[in-house]
Structure formats: C-alpha cells, structure tokens
Nanobody, 127 residues
Framework: QVQFVESGGGLVQPGGSLRLSCVVS????????IGWFRQVPGKEREGISC????????YYADAVKGRFTISRDNGKNTVYLQMNGLKPEDTAVYYC????????????????????WGQGTQVTVSS
C-alpha cells in the first residue's frame, strides 16, 4: 500500500508563493509517477501537474503552466509543488497521488490505482 501526506498549504495574498510537499511512503517501487490535483467544493478534482518516475519529465495543465513547478527529491521520497503568482482561483484543497507514468510523459494526468487519497492541504489565495 502507498500513502501520501501533503503539507505546506496556507493563506497567501494574490501574487504570493507557496511550496507544497508530498511525502510518499509504502510500496513505491512500482509507481509510474506522482501528480498534483486540486479540488474546490462542488467541482471535480482536477489534475494540474505530474512528474514521471522514469525520466523526470513533467507536465502542467494550462491553468498553472508558467506559474507552478513540480520537482522531486528521491532521497526524501518527496514531491514538491512550487506555486508562484498565486491567484484567487487557485484556492482549493491540493492532493498528491500516483499517476500513470506513460500518460504523464504524453501530457495526460491519469491517476493510477496505487494508494488512496491523502488528507490534502488547503490553499487559500485572498487579500
């Protein structure tokens, strides 16, 4: 079983920055990649970024491209999401999860069936 623990959320003003962390534990050897997702009440959870395990390639949804950066520290089993230029519409609960590595390399964020959702971390962008 794979577990995901997100942290780093908070309240920030528009234009500000936050760095989210995702610690991955458990049986991780078969993971193809890790993705970041977000959800606001009343809307479906959306994938916003992913990083492939095999070659470190990354993908970003248009809504965050150029503002967010995904990275990983294999030694710490941690994936980060650096968020700059935050906007009120970025307000959401952010989650990380396993994704299909090949899909990520092809520009599709598709959650795999490895592990369940973590508790998420709340990001609120407001003045």
């Amino acid at each position: 079983q794979v577990q995901f623990v997100e942290s780093g959320g908070g309240l920030v003003q528009p234009g500000g920055s936050l760095r989210l962390s995702c610690v991955v534990s458990g049986f991780t050897s078969n993971l193809g990649g890790i993705g970041w997702f977000r959800q606001v009440p009343g809307k479906e959870r959306e994938g916003i970024s992913c990083i492939s395990r095999s070659d470190g390639s990354t993908y970003y949804a248009d809504a965050v491209k150029g503002r967010f950066t995904i990275s990983r520290d294999n030694g710490k089993n941690t994936v980060y999401l650096q968020m700059n230029g935050l906007k009120p519409e970025d307000t959401a609960v952010y989650y990380c999860a396993a994704v299909v590595g090949l899909a990520c390399r092809l520009g599709v964020i598709r959650r795999s069936d490895s592990g369940s959702w973590g508790q998420g971390t709340q990001v609120t962008v407001s003045s």
